[in-house]
């Protein structure tokens, strides 16, 4: 349907809709997590959301943006918020379960950082109908809560006029982990860190190598390794104090099945059998370290968080990547490893304004405890780096 104002959304439910031509003019080209290949294994696995979408935005006949969506008809409460929440939570789950499950609408990417999709910068005149446009696709589907998930400060700018308006109210999420690169080998990576870094990783390095039968490799075909990497991979998520996302084997699948140039697993093996991997993805000159696998039987011991995250930078660095991103945990050896932490921000708001209103008063504490406790003793310096940037946020939600 055309507004008055000449913009026209219309919903796809599947990238196999969006031309391969327009996603490449549209999609970051050094993000590798917002390729074609990432967003169709999305949609083949059950990583969680009941379904996906993707919003197009036209004006006239000519594709102005696009902004992938996660529908969840029964996100579970309990599983996306710390341990503290988590624990308070448990007599609310045990007595009345169905009051942890909320319908929710997540704008952005799931696995990644957020991004409204355009071939240019949007005019201010085109934000609230993208808004508006979210916000009734949400009527139509149910689904009372709606979240722009871990967009930087730079992508939310633009929008955050038109969310303020419709409603929506600004939040930290969890920091991103990004390693800046250029480094013309591995042993100047190495010479580049802090002195107690560098002592610590050539420690993991001697460790890892010292392991008997431990060797690691990098693997384009990985099909026979998935059983032995979904195992891996459980008994990281079961420590994980988050699960808004839990991948299976037909993701894992399709990700083997795609190019082996937009991805490669990093993996570490025992006399033969795969003890850790690291699921890697790359696009122009960027890089992400996905999704982690560990057996926890030996994995201190044997360095192997500090190994498959060695051999990743090792792999970027000799690709030419000049960064590469890892995920929204265990950020005390990511910044040893001499990552720095990128912020990112919720957008947030109800259908209906009682449920508005407590989520408005509720989910600034709870969120903030859990980004203290998340960050441990870096929380501090992180909130006092970006003090200017949540102090506007906070500002646009009076």
């Not at 890892?326 to 209906?352: D, S």
């Amino acid at each position: 349907m055309t507004r008055p104002d000449g913009y026209r959304a219309e919903v796809v439910r599947s990238i196999e809709l969006l031309p391969a031509p327009l996603w490449e003019k549209l999609a970051p080209p050094d993000d590798p997590m917002w390729s074609r290949a990432v967003l169709l294994a999305m949609e083949r696995g059950r990583i969680g959301p009941d379904g996906f979408a993707y919003l197009v935005l036209r004006q006239g006949a000519e594709v102005i943006a696009v902004l992938p969506l996660c529908l969840f008809r029964n996100l579970r409460l309990d599983d996306v918020v710390g341990p503290r929440e988590r624990r308070l939570l448990a007599p609310v789950r045990r007595l009345f379960p169905r009051l942890l499950r909320v319908p929710m609408l997540f704008c952005g990417h799931l696995l990644g950082q957020g991004h409204v999709l355009t071939p240019d910068r949007l005019p201010p005149e085109a934000m609230p109908p993208l808004v508006a446009a979210v916000l009734d696709l949400a009527r139509r589907e149910g689904l009372g809560t709606v979240v722009f998930k871990d967009f930087a400060p730079a992508e939310l700018a633009g929008l955050r006029p038109a969310l303020a308006t419709a409603g929506f109210f600004f939040l930290p999420s969890l920091p991103d982990t990004e390693l800046r690169l250029g480094q013309g080998s591995f042993d100047d990576y190495l010479a580049g860190l802090p002195a107690k870094p560098r002592r610590n990783a050539r420690s993991k390095i001697r460790r890892a190598a010292a392991w008997p039968g431990l060797r690691t490799e990098v693997l384009d075909d990985f099909t026979e390794l998935l059983p032995e990497m979904l195992a891996l991979y459980r008994q990281v998520m079961a420590r994980a104090d988050q699960t808004l996302d839990v991948l299976d084997a037909s993701f894992l699948a399709a990700v083997q099945a795609g190019d082996p140039a937009g991805r490669q697993l990093v993996a570490c093996f025992e006399h033969g059998r795969l003890v850790a991997f690291l699921l890697c993805f790359f696009a122009g000159t960027g890089a992400t370290g996905a999704r982690i696998g560990l057996d926890y039987r030996i994995a201190h011991d044997a360095g192997l968080y500090h190994a498959v995250h060695h051999a990743a930078i090792r792999l970027a660095i000799d690709s030419g990547c000049r960064q590469i991103r890892f995920a929204q945990t265990a950020y005390q050896p990511k910044l040893e490893l001499g990552c720095e932490l990128v912020e990112q921000y919720y957008a947030m708001t109800h259908l209906r304004p009682l449920p508005r209103a407590l989520l408005r008063r509720v989910l600034p504490p709870a969120l903030t405890s859990a980004l203290a406790e998340a960050l441990g003793p870096h929380a501090a310096a992180f909130t006092a780096d970006h003090d200017h940037d949540q102090k506007g946020f906070s500002h646009a939600t009076r």
